[in-house]
């Protein structure tokens, strides 16, 4: 049974052109690695045939994930109901007084310079549900921390 994927419009989007990309061009540049490779010699003796072989089972496998979870998403905005779900930042206040957002959602959505919490990690599952001045207890390798939640906004990407 395949896990529903929330994904943002831009992580959607984001995905269906590397997709695009590793189906057409991509394949193409490893074609052509493996087919100069191979005009060098000996394939038994040749690391440079081995090392595009290699890296084309590797696309090969990216492109059954991309599909797999293109095919296994939900894409819609989040919304807004005053508590943390998946899709919003929360912002939170750790035991020593430190302030920091979170975007709870899946690795697919990873933006740059934001803290991602997926919501089955220790962090997101916590926060997931709470509101603005409530606190979330989670256990990790390092202990049992709590969060106070300050703020939830939704994410716009």
Same mark, same amino acid.
């Given at each position: /049974?395949?896990?529903?994927?929330? +994904?943002?419009?831009? *992580?959607?989007?984001? =995905?269906?052109?590397? +997709? ?15 087919s100069? *490779? ?8 040749? *690391?440079?045939?081995?090392? *595009? ?12 994930? =991309? ?34 957002? $979170? ?10 310079? /934001?803290? +991602?919490? %997926?919501?089955? %990690?220790?962090?997101?599952?916590? +926060? ?5 001045g ?12 709590? =969060? ?6 939704v $994410?716009?990407?």
């Amino acid at each position: /049974m395949s896990e529903t994927t929330w +994904l943002t419009p831009a *992580a959607y989007d984001k =995905l269906v052109d590397e +997709l695009e990309y590793l189906t057409t061009d991509g394949r193409r540049a490893i074609e052509k690695r493996i087919s100069e *490779a191979r005009d060098h010699g000996d394939l038994r003796e040749n *690391a440079e045939y081995d090392t *595009a072989k290699n890296d084309q089972g590797l696309m090969e496998a990216r492109i059954r994930q =991309l599909r797999h979870i293109i095919e296994n998403s939900e894409v819609r905005e989040a919304e807004d109901s005053g508590r943390v779900e998946v899709g919003t930042v929360a912002t939170v206040v750790d035991g020593d007084g430190d302030e920091m957002d $979170y975007f709870i959602a899946s690795a697919e959505n990873k933006v740059p310079g /934001m803290i +991602l919490a %997926s919501p089955t %990690s220790p962090v997101g599952a916590a +926060l997931l549900g709470r509101a603005p001045g409530e606190e979330a207890t989670y256990e990790a390798p390092g202990g049992t921390f709590t =969060l106070t939640v300050k703020a939830v906004r939704v $994410y716009e990407g």
